[in-house]
């Protein structure tokens, strides 16, 4: 008898035991959406700013991974750097990285933009993560030669540092009216499902099931 409820409560024991572990695996699975207001969601509801959309994403193809909404609205790749310990601490598999577009706005020193982007994708690769690197563009105004090496930059880090890039990350919402608001800046909601089926596909290759 006493054999018997020592098996029970063995049993008892590795069934509490299984569904913590498994909660806890998946927890530990994180991608961590680091950006400005673009990726905060500047304008639109919580749950429809690009990070909400690709966690439902990830769910219905059958990924477990937590997305960690790291968007700061006006946020430089300066202060992306004083930011990066906190991320860190999330313990993120993945990375997607968007800033330099509020650097670039501000007319800064393409060199130190290049150099701050550089620092954070090795922080995070040094840490372990896989970085996906988002480009972004200028209008035309701020000057041809300023606006291409703007453009170039995204790549030249990505390169360096053997990391995934996203050309343009709004390709196919930017500049289009009806998925911008008033702004002409931030995505709608129907932008920010367009932006996360671009990005998508660069994305797929660095998921594990």
């Given at each position: 008898?006493?054999?018997?409820l020592?098996?029970?409560?063995l049993?008892?024991?590795?069934?509490?035991?299984?569904?913590?572990?498994?909660?806890?695996?998946a927890?530990?699975?994180v991608?961590v959406?680091?950006?400005?207001?673009?990726?905060?969601?500047?304008?639109?509801?919580?749950?429809?700013?690009?990070?909400?959309?690709?966690?439902?994403?990830?769910r219905?193809?059958?990924?477990?991974?937590?997305?960690?909404?790291?968007?700061?609205?006006?946020?430089?790749t300066a202060g992306?750097l004083r930011?990066?310990?906190?991320?860190l601490?999330l313990?993120?598999?993945?990375?997607?990285?968007?800033l330099?577009?509020?650097?670039?706005?501000?007319?800064?020193?393409?060199?130190?933009?290049?150099?701050?982007?550089?620092?954070l994708?090795?922080?995070?690769q040094?840490?372990?993560?896989?970085?996906l690197?988002?480009?972004?563009?200028?209008?035309?105004?701020y000057?041809?030669?300023?606006a291409?090496a703007?453009q170039?930059l995204f790549?030249?880090?990505?390169?360096?540092?053997?990391?995934?890039?996203?050309?343009?990350?709004?390709?196919?919402?930017?500049?289009?009216?009806?998925?911008?608001?008033a702004?002409g800046?931030?995505?709608?909601?129907?932008?920010?499902?367009?932006?996360?089926?671009?990005?998508?596909?660069?994305?797929?290759?660095?998921?594990?099931?």
């Amino acid at each position: 008898m006493r054999a018997l409820l020592g098996l029970l409560l063995l049993l008892a024991q590795l069934a509490a035991f299984a569904p913590a572990r498994a909660s806890a695996q998946a927890d530990d699975r994180v991608i961590v959406a680091f950006g400005d207001s673009l990726t905060a969601g500047l304008g639109v509801p919580a749950d429809q700013t690009y990070p909400a959309r690709l966690g439902a994403r990830l769910r219905r193809e059958g990924y477990e991974y937590k997305v960690v909404n790291a968007g700061v609205s006006g946020d430089t790749t300066a202060g992306g750097l004083r930011r990066v310990d906190w991320a860190l601490r999330l313990k993120p598999e993945i990375v997607i990285l968007e800033l330099g577009v509020n650097d670039a706005l501000r007319g800064q020193d393409l060199a130190s933009v290049r150099a701050n982007l550089d620092q954070l994708v090795a922080r995070f690769q040094a840490a372990g993560a896989r970085v996906l690197v988002a480009g972004m563009r200028l209008p035309p105004n701020y000057g041809t030669p300023y606006a291409e090496a703007f453009q170039r930059l995204f790549g030249e880090v990505a390169r360096a540092r053997n990391a995934p890039h996203i050309p343009f990350f709004l390709e196919g919402v930017g500049a289009i009216p009806r998925l911008n608001q008033a702004d002409g800046i931030h995505p709608t909601a129907e932008g920010y499902a367009l932006v996360v089926d671009h990005l998508w596909p660069f994305l797929v290759p660095l998921l594990r099931k």
